[in-house]
């Protein structure tokens, strides 16, 4: 469903963006019997959502069995925000979490299964080992119709040959286990059969997870309440009169026209991870002049952020950390340039570690990929290059991967002709490929190995808390997170700063509303998801924190328009 925009259309609410807060908005408000129009730059709709795990977090969801209470999830959000807790938004959010989840699921296409994801810091105050986060369930983009070209596919870097990983590590390891059980094999020759079914009949593959399976149910939600998302269409200026923002001007395809609204144009185009103007001033590493890789969509230029502020919106660098970082590497894509993989799953596993050029250790690699990118930044300080490199032997190779180098049975010799991986018979030949100091990347070995013999890591406590063993081995005893390095040849992935998306971002009230510089509201102007900024306060504590508050607030600002608050 895509007609075209007429010059002078009218509608009640335009949201300017297609990700899972500006379509929970749209939902929402039409639910209430709003006219709604939304309108996206790129020519495929989904946003950073559509990139992402699909996951969100919202303590006393009804998935959790009640295991939760709001007293606990408050005194966590008030230990990961500190002095930037925000009590009335993080109030808000608590309490209507649960609900925005209910009324999702039973009154549109969108569906979620529990997760076993452990907050990221379960042993602060508040913080629990399982049931606050949920995944977006798979789905079938055919659905959509002619609008499933529309979708923006998944991330290249995490696909294999195009096809999404079910949401469970049993789908992975039928694959890891693909050339030594035949059960295994049958699996992955079922699989592979279906997804190029898919792929014949339909020019992609259908079945998707994560992410790309939430803006799916999103988008078809949308659709099915006649709510047209115009692709290929950009807000250049937002349109006021004396009683606020009463519109935008839009290029389209066809040429540029003119939108009005009625009760308010809503801000979600994706925060400013794209913008290289404004990282270079927010974030530090940039600052320094290091270099920075995100996977985030490339329309995520700050358009939003940058209409807010023209129509006297207020925006503030004032975090510890302006975004999500994701340590990321660059993965040649065979025209010269570079795409990144962002590090999700290798650094938790056994008998791998990450190394900064001295070759020493700096953080407990099994800590969260923001946790992990704040402690790069961290240790990287005073120099111009914020890097590290994953370091590991040939049998935590062949059984894990590193990367995007997949393990056995496919050979590493394919990423090392790019020069992706690295190698060395021994780890004085691999620090000389890696220009890593090679004296200290043996020290490094040398005392890591002395306590992974008995699943000990003295040095950052790896396997200390219920996330770190999360997505380790569970085969691995005593601590699946830490075995030796010790069979050549070694091998190693650098790693780079990148972000999942930013956490600056306009200044609102609960609602949504826009404030201005004196602290008053804009009239008629909202901003959800990464054009507001985060009620998280620059921190990261669990998997989900910027999609559940996204949809939660989208859900909120879309009432609020409708009058049914």
């Known amino acids: ?70 007293d606990a999830a408050r005194r966590y959000m008030q230990a990961e925000t500190g002095n930037f807790y925000d009590a009335e938004a993080v109030e808000a959010y608590l309490r209507t979490g649960p609900e925005m989840l209910d009324f999702f699921e039973r009154e549109t296409e969108v569906a979620f299964v529990p997760t076993l994801y452990p907050d990221y810091h379960p042993l602060a105050p508040g913080g629990v080992d399982t049931g606050r986060s949920v995944l977006a369930a798979p789905y079938d983009t055919s659905a959509l119709g002619k609008d499933m070209k529309r979708l923006r596919p998944p991330l290249k870097t995490i696909t294999f040959m195009g096809m999404m990983f079910n949401s469970s590590n049993a789908d992975i390891k039928h694959f890891f286990n693909a050339t030594k059980s035949f059960g295994s094999f049958l699996y992955v020759a079922r699989r592979l059969a279906g997804h190029f079914g898919e792929v014949l009949r339909h020019g992609r593959g259908t079945k998707v997870t994560s992410g790309n399976a939430l803006a799916a149910r999103l988008a078809k939600s949308c659709f099915d309440r006649r709510i047209p998302i115009h692709t290929g269409c950009a807000a250049t200026e937002l349109l006021s009169g004396p009683d606020g923002v009463t519109g935008a001007v839009i290029a389209t395809p066809d040429g540029t026209v003119t939108v009005h ?42 358009d939003g952020i940058e ?55 700096f953080t407990n690699e099994s800590e969260s990929y923001h946790d992990v990118g704040a402690a790069m930044i961290r240790a990287c300080e005073g120099g111009t290059e914020t890097a590290c490199w994953l370091i590991a032997d040939r049998r935590a190779l062949s059984k894990y991967g590193l990367g995007h180098a997949k393990p056995a049975p496919v050979p590493p010799v394919l990423s090392q002709r790019t020069g992706y991986l690295k190698h060395g018979r021994t780890l004085a030949e691999l620090a000389a490929a890696c220009g890593i100091d090679p004296a200290g990347l043996e020290a490094t070995v040398a005392e890591y190995n002395r306590g992974a013999q008995d699943g000990q890591d003295p040095a950052f406590g790896r396997g200390a808390t219920s996330f770190n063993r999360y ?31 930013t956490f600056e971002g306009l200044d609102t009230t609960v609602e949504g509303q826009v404030l201005d510089r004196e602290g008053g509201t804009i009239p008629g102007l909202y901003a959800v998801g990464n054009d507001r900024a985060s009620i998280m306060g620059g921190n990261y504590p669990g998997a989900g924190i910027t999609l559940g508050p996204a949809m939660t607030f989208g859900y909120i600002t879309g009432r609020h328009l409708a009058g049914a608050a």
């Not at 795409?339 to 190394?355: E, S, T």
């Not at 997505?471 to 972000?499: H, R």
């Open 1 to 70: 469903m895509d007609e075209t925009l007429r010059d002078g259309q009218r509608c009640d609410v335009l949201v300017i963006g297609s990700g899972a807060g500006g379509l929970a908005t749209a939902i929402t408000a039409a639910e209430h019997g709003l006219d709604v129009v939304v309108i996206e730059k790129e020519p495929v709709f989904g946003g950073s959502t559509a990139f992402s795990g699909g996951v969100l977090w919202i303590p006393g969801n009804r998935h959790c069995g009640g295991a939760d209470s709001r």
């Open 307 to 361: 209409l807010g502020i023209a129509a006297g919106g207020r925006f503030e660098l004032r975090f510890p950390n302006a975004a999500a970082w994701m340590p990321v590497s660059k993965v040649p894509d065979g025209k010269g340039g570079h795409i990144a993989f962002p590090h999700l799953l290798d650094r938790y596993k056994p008998g791998i570690i990450a190394v900064l050029k001295d070759g020493r250790r």
């Open 471 to 501: 997505l380790a081995d569970p085969e691995v005893a005593p601590n699946p997170c830490v075995a030796p390095i010790e069979t050549g040849p070694f091998y190693a992935v650098k790693l780079v700063m990148g972000d999942l998306g």
């Open 261 to 302: 609204a009625g009760k308010a144009v809503v801000l979600a185009a994706g925060g400013f991870a794209r913008d290289l103007e404004r990282i270079r001033q927010a974030y530090p590493h940039m600052r320094r002049g290091g270099e920075h890789l995100t996977p985030v969509p490339e329309g995520s230029t700050g």
